[in-house]
């Protein structure tokens, strides 16, 4: 089955970090760009990094910029998301997506709330 | 960075009806490089539309998408119940992706 699963959200406090992984499964992962996009409660969407398939070429919103690392482990099949220096804005439901234009596979999301 | 508005924010319509949404851009999106989505709540988004008007694979014909330049719009020939949904639009053309703010397509 084609699928993206996420993992990794939780509470952390202002300043403190967390790591969500995304596994895909059921197609060649090395072969797409992949995205991460949030949506904060109640809210709508919005993009947050990007990265190429081969070249791992890295894209951010400017929001998250020098604060989150996109990376991914193709012999994993996993795409990563590092969250440091969290505020409390960045309280959101967390998706990765396939491909890095438009989104043709989403997963079903991961909580981060950043709160003390 | 190309702002999205879409509207109206809400619609009540009954099943059966035909709806049609709207997607602006505060400037023009190249190559009809404009995406739009469903979701409903609790769920994951889902893509029915890229390239401004061609179906995602297993989007029923119901939906259809037009426009280029800054005026997109989605359209649901007849909505079926499981249509109640919000509805945003992205456009991939020029970075940072952006979406719109969404369309509430609720049961009147």
């Known amino acids: 089955e084609v699928q993206l699963l996420e993992s990794g959200g939780g509470l952390v406090q202002p300043g403190g970090s967390l790591r969500l992984s995304c596994a895909a499964s059921?197609?060649?992962?090395?072969?797409?760009?992949m995205t991460w996009v949030r949506q904060a409660p109640g809210k709508g969407l919005e993009w947050v990094s990007g990265l190429s398939g081969e070249d791992v070429t890295t894209y951010y919103a400017d929001s998250v910029r020098g604060r989150f690392t996109i990376s991914r482990d193709n012999s994993k099949n996993t795409l990563y998301l590092q969250m440091n220096s969290l505020r409390a804005e960045d309280t959101a439901v967390y998706y990765c997506?396939?491909?890095?234009?438009?989104?043709?596979?989403w997963g079903r999301g991961t909580l981060v709330t950043v709160s003390s | 960075e190309i702002v999205l508005t879409q509207s109206p924010g809400t619609l009540s319509l009954s099943p059966g009806e035909r709806v049609t949404l709207s997607c602006r851009a505060s400037?023009?999106?190249?190559?009809?490089?404009l995406a739009w989505y469903q979701q409903k709540p609790g769920q994951a988004p889902r893509l029915l539309i890229y390239g401004a008007s061609s179906r995602a694979t297993g989007i029923p014909d119901r939906f259809s998408g037009s426009g280029s330049g800054t005026d997109f719009t989605l359209t649901i020939s007849r909505l079926e119940p499981e249509d109640f949904a919000v509805y945003y639009c992205?456009?991939?053309?020029?970075?940072?992706?952006?979406f719109g703010g969404g369309t509430k397509v609720e049961i009147k």
């Open positions: 997506a396939r491909r890095g234009t438009y989104f043709d596979l």
């Open positions: 059921g197609f060649t992962f090395s072969t797409y760009a």
């Open positions: 400037q023009s999106v190249s190559s009809s490089y």
């Open positions: 992205q456009q991939y053309g020029r970075s940072p992706l952006t």
